[in-house]
């Protein structure tokens, strides 16, 4: 290869993490992405699947979840092959510059992921603290969730999967899934369970969408801790089965609260834990397993800034991070959450798409350090832009989701010019078509040689 010796060196913020410092082995990476996969908004989000009845939900909770992880694992193995962050691995794909775009949108969601996760855990510590101290104090709480989780992820990955998932956190969490999972078949409401076919009003394929969209959300900030791996061998089996097996449980657990009479949002979720042989000490496990989540939140927020504005301090970045969704907790409620999932969804299947047809199928699975910070990715690669763009359109046409009132200019938008509405969203699902055309796109006319 010939190295381009007139380039400046990038960042050591961006730059491939040296090999003294890859300390991850692939029992690592499973672990991280095992506890990540379970938390108290995979409880949430599993009981909006509830509707279709235990059987239907659980055929759409596996068929998302396999579906979800294998883009996950692909983007976990392309940061470990290249040792960069996840948004500098869209540099090659979109230019440097155009990089940006997604960095903008990931810090968003990453912001609002933050906020939500630290809002799910003061409200469930602050209901803890009702039951057993009468003490009503949801703002401290917050304060104390935000500033713990902001402290992991000014630590970084290797400390938080070395020295707090691997000696103790993992456990807990695994020990507290376990114990509820043992209580909901042993509460003496088991039978519920399998009580009929549920009301059906959910379609199927788009209950697989709020599932895939679960593992696509973290695909933007994967390989922010992949990048730390000593190997890529064994990354993509790591972070697919961690992932998976977690995502499937967890999903099930919350369909099975819902079935048992919770309501399907965290006040409803927490009461019904609570109400367990052993509630106090189950929703204590669930707050611990709950952390690492926000961390990687704050942690990749304060990556993706890095790629916009690679001098900065990730310390100072990541306090900011902690701060700002502090502060949008306070007055989070959770009315939009499912809309939230979708708009996601919309934005994310179809910027996977892209990034995968041009790194494991145009770029042969290697990029190299010239690809990623040479002087031909320093623009914006705006052919890149149309298969993302025609995925998103194709993914809101299926399933229009964003403010109020989208849904409806959505509508009249496609059906003034003669296109039935919705398309594919109850056949099809979104997740499917969307990334289908965006990736068969991708390879179309990323793979022409014309200059951007």
Request: with cysteine; glycine share 10%; aromatic share 10%.
């Amino acid at each position: 290869m010939t190295i381009d010796t007139a380039r400046p060196a990038p960042p050591e913020s961006i730059a491939p993490v040296p090999a003294h410092r890859r300390a991850l082995s692939a029992l690592d990476v499973a672990v991280l992405w095992n506890d990540l996969s379970l938390g108290l908004l995979v409880l949430v989000t599993g009981g909006f699947l509830a509707p279709l009845g235990l059987a239907r939900a659980a055929a759409a909770i596996v068929v998302g979840t396999l579906i979800g992880c294998l883009p996950l694992a692909a983007a976990a193995l392309a940061g470990a092959r290249e040792a960069v962050p996840s948004m500098v691995l869209f540099r090659p794909v979109l230019g440097r510059i155009g990089s940006v775009i997604p960095s903008v949108l990931n810090v968003a969601q990453l912001l609002g992921w933050t906020a939500v996760e630290f809002w799910a855990m003061g409200r469930l510590a602050n209901a803890l603290s009702i039951d057993l101290l009468g003490i009503d104090a949801f703002a401290w709480w917050l304060a104390l969730v935000a500033a713990g989780c902001t402290a992991l992820a000014i630590g970084g990955p290797v400390l938080v999967v070395e020295r707090f998932l691997e000696r103790f956190g993992t456990w807990i969490v695994l020990a507290s899934g376990v114990a509820l999972t043992v209580q909901l078949l042993s509460s003496g409401r088991s039978t519920e369970l399998g009580a009929g076919p549920g009301t059906a009003t959910l379609p199927f394929w788009l209950a697989v969408d709020l599932v895939i969209v679960m593992p696509v959300s973290w695909l933007p900030l994967v390989a922010d801790s992949t990048r730390f791996a000593r190997r890529d061998e064994g990354v993509f089996g790591a972070t697919f089965a961690g992932y998976a097996v977690g995502n499937v449980w967890f999903y099930l657990l919350g369909v099975a609260l819902v079935l048992q009479g919770a309501r399907a949002d965290i006040a409803g979720i927490g009461t019904s834990i609570l109400g367990l042989a052993g509630g106090t000490i189950l929703v204590l496990g669930l707050l611990v397993g709950e952390a690492p989540n926000a961390f990687a939140n704050v942690y990749s927020a304060a990556v993706s800034t890095l790629n916009v504005a690679p001098r900065a301090s990730a310390a100072w970045l990541s306090a900011a991070v902690g701060l700002i969704a502090f502060l949008v907790a306070l007055t989070f409620t959770m009315e939009r959450y499912e809309v939230f999932l979708f708009l996601i969804g919309s934005v994310f299947v179809p910027l996977a798409a892209i990034l995968l047809a041009d790194y494991f199928v145009l770029a042969r699975g290697r990029y190299g350090s010239d690809r990623v910070f040479g002087a031909a990715t320093a623009g914006i690669r705006w052919r890149a832009l149309v298969p993302w763009v025609a995925g998103f359109v194709l993914y809101h046409w299926s399933v229009p989701t964003g403010p109020a009132g989208w849904t409806h200019a959505v509508e009249t938008a496609f059906t003034s010019i003669g296109l039935p509405f919705p398309l594919l969203g109850s056949r099809l699902g979104a997740s499917l078509p969307s990334f289908a055309l965006a990736f068969t796109l991708a390879l179309v006319v990323l793979r022409t040689k014309v200059r951007d």
